[in-house]
């Protein structure tokens, strides 16, 4: 009889049930559900922390390209200050002061626009920064003109910088 009960033993197949399946899914998706809200928020920090280094950037790109084209004045575009074309030289409508990127208006999960430009020469700009898509590309919207200060509001479009916003 012990024989028997043996081969039982023997014939018995190793492995999990199916509760302790559903308990290791069941884990697996509560560390889910805690951490992807986190990544989200890492990401969007990270969006607007390029959005802001963007904007600095425009604005470098605005100053060097007002002293290199006095009769222009400050760039009324971004494809103004765009890579020139291949095997051509830069000029005051591609100066090559700033990336492919970010001269194709969006980068990072933000939208850049000019604006407020006029007279010749340009004697002024403005630089409005806009999550592609609010919430969830980024919070916050920034702006700069050619004081150079970054601004931002956390709730609404910038249509003019310096009303309702903050300075960085």
């Known amino acids: 009889m012990k024989k028997h009960q043996s081969s039982k033993k023997h014939n018995r197949k ?3 049930s199916l509760i302790e ?3 290791v899914v069941a884990i697996i998706l509560i560390i889910a559900a805690i951490a992807i809200p986190n990544l989200l ?9 390029s959005a802001v280094g963007s904007l600095r950037t425009l604005n470098t790109a605005e100053i060097t390209y007002n ?3 006095p009769n ?7 494809g103004a200050m765009a890579p020139p074309s291949s095997g051509t030289s830069p000029s005051s409508t591609a100066a090559g002061l700033i990336d492919a990127n970010l001269a194709s208006g969006t980068k990072s999960g933000y939208s850049f626009t000019l604006n ?5 020469p340009a004697n002024s700009y403005q630089t409005l920064a806009a999550p592609v898509t ?4 980024g919070q916050r919207y920034f ?4 004081s150079g200060v970054i601004q931002f509001n956390a709730s609404a479009a910038i249509t003019t910088c310096g009303s309702s916003t903050t300075p960085i």
């Open 143 to 146: 702006c700069s003109d050619s």
């Open 72 to 78: 222009v004045g400050f760039a009324c575009s971004l």
């Open 14 to 16: 190793k492995g999990f």
């Open 134 to 137: 609010p919430g969830t590309t």
């Open 21 to 23: 399946l559903l308990i």
């Open 67 to 69: 002293t290199t084209y």
């Open 41 to 49: 928020r890492s990401r969007i920090a990270a969006n607007e922390a």
């Open 116 to 120: 407020t430009c006029s007279g010749t």
